[in-house]
């Protein structure tokens, strides 16, 4: 039987995923591209603006996400490991590769800075993109996501 809490963290862990995915692909899609059609006297308040009001919506939800993995993967159970190796994967890819580029950004419009965070926010993308799928083949196999917890 699935207690409360693992009721929560399963519904937090798939919610902050999916909703992570959509954010993670706006900003990959549209966002980041649009960096380089900043004028370049416009862009370091441009970028500072971008980085507070991404931080304040991506930031809660990463830490959901993490929180709710780690929670969901102390059962053991091979698919919620690996959505943990996931989620801790992402916060290191987040905090070694695309903080640093941004750190660089913040003091202007660099063209190598931003063609890095471009290319490597792809497996971003592509891993918070793996890990809906996960979620939607799970919740579709039968309960497959729940059945994992009971």
């Known amino acids: 039987m699935i207690s409360s809490m693992d009721s929560w963290a399963l519904t937090i862990q798939t919610a902050s995923c999916f909703f992570m995915?959509?954010?993670?692909?706006?900003?990959?899609?549209i966002h980041y591209p649009c960096f380089a059609q900043i004028k370049i006297e416009e862009f370091s308040n441009f970028h500072g603006?971008?980085?507070k009001a991404l931080g304040s919506i991506a930031g809660p939800a990463m830490i959901l996400e993490l929180v709710s993995a780690l929670w969901?993967?102390?059962?053991?159970?091979?698919?919620?490991?690996?959505?943990?190796?996931?989620?801790c994967s992402l916060w290191a890819l987040t905090?070694?590769?695309s903080v640093p580029a941004h750190n660089r950004?913040?003091?202007?419009?660099?063209?190598t800075?931003?063609?890095?965070?471009v290319s490597t926010n792809w497996l971003r993308t592509l891993l918070w993109g793996v890990r809906?799928?996960?979620?939607?083949?799970a919740m579709g196999a039968g309960g497959f996501a729940k059945n994992l917890l009971s």
Request: proline letters at 2%; charged letters at 15%; glycine letters at 10%.
């Open 21 to 29: 995915t959509g954010v993670i692909l706006i900003i990959q899609r």
């Open 95 to 97: 905090f070694l590769v």
């Open 132 to 137: 809906s799928l996960g979620f939607l083949f």
């Open 72 to 87: 969901l993967s102390r059962w053991g159970e091979p698919w919620w490991v690996l959505n943990a190796i996931g989620v």
């Open 113 to 117: 800075a931003w063609r890095r965070l």
């Open 49 to 51: 603006q971008h980085t």
């Open 105 to 111: 950004l913040a003091k202007g419009f660099d063209q």
